[in-house]
């Protein structure tokens, strides 16, 4: 099973500013097959980035992902104040199935 | 509009039995693979089962497997987690998710979620 660690565990920054956020794979994904996932609280995840670096539908392009093999980023380049939150990465490319990181909470400062 | 709404939740002793359902609309069911996520009360999330289109195909977490059974009705859009010997530790938040097309791909729509609680 692929683990995934996430860092770091919270991220205090003020609107306007950069945020990057790491994600670490015990072994290399597949075909890049990470996704990164946004959650605030009360509500369902929502799927952000997907292959490493393609934005879903209707994702803001403040929002980009990088990287591949075992290290990957999410980016946020200027802090809107709906973007604090929680992160998760998460690879879907080994069986038997899904794995996701512990998350990142991206706080306020 | 893609939609997603669990059912079944609620609480239940230790050993105790609950199924849950996850009305899909909005989209042709059976063209799509399915999942179950959950998420333990402020903790993260943690993949727990997949099946494919046509239900001939599931995988399981290690956690659950040999408790639960994932299915679906493609003519009733529904998908189904049957949960047996449930422990204090399933008690969580369990999302049904679809997945944007077949295997290794991600999960781009999620239903709101419904909270199983097992406890005495």
């Known amino acids: 099973e692929i683990v995934l660690t996430q860092s770091p565990g919270t991220l205090s920054l003020s609107p306007g500013e950069r945020a990057t956020l790491s994600c670490r794979a015990s072994q290399s994904v597949s075909s890049s097959y990470l996704a990164w996932y946004q959650q605030k609280p009360g509500q369902a995840p929502r799927l952000l980035i997907y292959g490493a670096s393609s934005r879903a539908t209707g994702i803001p392009d403040r929002f980009s992902g990088s990287g591949s093999g075992t290290d990957f980023t999410l980016t946020i380049s200027r802090l809107e104040p709906e973007d604090f939150a929680v992160y998760y990465c998460q690879q879907y490319g080994s069986s038997p199935g899904i794995t996701f990181g512990q998350g990142t909470r991206l706080e306020i400062k | 509009e893609v939609q997603l709404v669990e059912s079944g939740g609620g609480l239940v002793q230790p050993g105790g039995s609950l199924r849950l359902s996850c009305a899909a609309s909005?989209?042709?069911?059976?063209?799509?693979?399915m999942h179950w996520v959950r998420q333990a009360p402020g903790k993260g999330l943690v993949w727990v089962s997949r099946i494919n289109s046509d239900g001939s195909s599931t995988s399981y977490a290690d956690s659950v497997k040999g408790r639960f059974t994932i299915s679906r009705d493609n003519a009733k859009n529904t998908l189904y987690l049957q949960m047996n010997s449930l422990r204090a530790e399933d008690t969580a938040v369990y999302y049904c998710?679809?997945?944007?097309?077949?295997?290794?791909?991600?999960?781009?729509?999620w239903g709101q979620g419904t909270l199983v609680t097992v406890s005495s």
């Open positions: 998710a679809r997945a944007a097309a077949g295997n290794w791909t991600p999960l781009n729509h």
């Open positions: 909005g989209f042709t069911f059976s063209s799509y693979w």
